[in-house]
């Protein structure tokens, strides 16, 4: 099957740093991907979804300036997350489907913890 | 807006029950899925549905969609400890894709 690959697997920064995060789709190309973040015992919240070529459109109430997604190519989507603070700890996931075939999976990253001190 | 509801929400069996975990959602959808979730770890993929009746079973899981009731199940036979996860069901209209809250199941000898 597609895989998608996340990395890196966690990651622990001092506040005020940034941070970047790679979703990279080894076997398919994923004109869209979307990024999520769960934290602890919750259940997966969009944050963003990544078009190849496009700005991303954020779901309400996620910052944009914050939180930078760039789509460059049909295989990678990277997510920024800019002026780290503990409360972005969190567990970060992308996702990716091929568009174009209707009837298909989509394809998990193994996710980014993120641990801001 | 598409929502997803989810429960129970916490499930706590013994080994060799047998339970159903449902999942409600508000529009009509293009397909449904359910994963898995190990603490720690992502998702991993265990059923796809595509339409109104359709039946998936692995092992001891067996997802069902009603998609005149918005309805999905996801029915464990004969619980053994392996089981122990958190489920998501995930349903995506168009290019939309929700979550459930989750199921935390618990499988206790």
């Known amino acids: 099957g597609a895989v998608v690959s996340q990395h890196p697997s966690w990651v622990i920064c001092k506040s005020g740093t940034s941070v970047k995060i790679e979703c990279r789709s080894l076997d398919f190309q994923a004109t869209t991907m979307f990024w999520y973040r769960q934290f602890p015992k919750q259940s997966l919240m969009l944050m963003a979804t990544?078009?190849?070529?496009?700005?991303?459109?954020?779901e309400q109430g996620v910052e944009k300036d914050k939180f930078l997604i760039n789509h460059a190519s049909l295989t990678l989507s990277t997510l920024t997350v800019t002026s780290a603070h503990p409360e972005d700890s969190s567990f970060y996931i992308c996702s990716a489907r091929e568009w174009y075939k209707r009837n298909t999976e989509a394809f998990f990253g193994q996710g980014t913890r993120l641990t801001v001190v | 807006e598409l929502k997803v509801e989810q429960n129970p929400l916490f499930l706590s069996m013994q080994e060799g029950k047998n339970y159903t975990i449902y999942c409600n959602y508000s529009?009509?959808?293009?397909?449904l899925y359910w994963y898995r979730q190990d603490p720690g770890k992502s998702l991993e993929s265990l059923f796809v549905l595509l339409s109104n009746g359709a039946v998936k079973q692995e092992g001891r899981l067996m997802a069902s969609l009603d998609t005149k009731a918005r309805l999905s199940t996801l029915h464990i036979t004969a619980a053994v400890h392996d089981l122990s996860a958190t489920y998501f069901c995930?349903?995506?209209?168009?290019?939309?894709?929700?979550f459930g809250a989750g199921t935390r199941l618990t499988v206790k000898p």
């Open positions: 990544s078009n190849e070529g496009s700005k991303a459109t954020y």
């Open positions: 529009t009509t959808s293009d397909r």
């Open positions: 995930a349903v995506v209209q168009s290019r939309d894709m929700r």
